[in-house]
T-cell receptor, first 116, second 113 residues
């Protein structure tokens, strides 16, 4: 129930194309869904995040779509660029009462390659 | 932009030795975490720390692991007697008050030989 399943494992997209990465979760108590971007040798960096009170969130070329009933969420990268080539992780957590911490459960990651 | 800093970037140790991984979280953050990533695998939660005590730990975080905030700036992870399977990238993270995002450091690559 703690798992977050992510697909595909790897993705190759041409420059200017749309990259789509999907995640599914089981635990209905999860209420925070971030996406992290990781370049080789670096730590994960928060890209965009959503809470279940909205079905979509857009920041620049990056959009999260959230389907609460299906327990799925996805990351769309529009106009993909070679600089977007990285590993992307979805994650989920449950907000605890104030003063508590949010343990993130990560998906297994998607290695995105954007060809020039 | 403030960032989480981790030292060393790479640590090589022999099996059975003790290691201490160090982190300086972002200065006004209150919640501190250690995660690890075995090569090519997903990032896994180890432990969270708030108000000078562990608030949650995973099944990975057994008696060989401990965390400490020895002063107002550092946050450390100690592995008492390292095993080969402890080889991984260890990430420190911190977050500000409730419902704010986690900020990760660049990690310490631990190699146990």
């Amino acid at each position: 129930q703690q798992q977050v399943k992510q697909s595909p494992q790897s993705l190759i997209v041409q420059k200017g194309g749309i990259s789509i990465i999907n995640c599914a979760y089981e635990n209905t108590a999860f209420d925070y869904f971030p996406w992290y971007q990781q370049f080789p040798g670096k730590g994960p960096a928060l890209l965009i995040a959503i809470r279940p009170d909205v079905s979509e969130k857009k920041e620049g070329r990056f959009t999260i779509s959230f389907n609460k009933s299906a327990k799925q969420f996805s990351l769309h990268i529009m106009d993909s660029q070679p600089g977007d080539s990285a590993t992307y992780f979805c994650a989920a957590s449950r907000t605890r009462t104030q003063g508590g911490s949010e343990k993130l459960v990560f998906g297994k990651g998607t290695k995105l390659t954007v060809n020039p | 932009e403030p960032e989480v800093t981790q030292t060393p970037s790479h640590q090589v140790t022999q099996m059975g030795q003790e290691v201490i991984l160090r982190c300086v979280p972002i200065s006004n953050h209150l919640y501190f975490y250690w995660y690890r990533q075995i090569l090519g695998q997903k990032v896994e939660f180890l432990v969270s720390f708030y108000n000078n005590e562990i608030s949650e730990k995973s099944e990975i975080f057994d008696d060989q692991f401990s965390v400490e905030r020895p002063d107002g700036s550092n946050f450390t992870l100690k592995i008492r007697s390292t095993k080969l399977e402890d080889s991984a990238m260890y990430f420190c993270a911190s977050s500000a008050p409730w419902r704010s995002p986690l900020h990760f450091g660049n990690g310490t690559r631990l190699t146990v030989t």
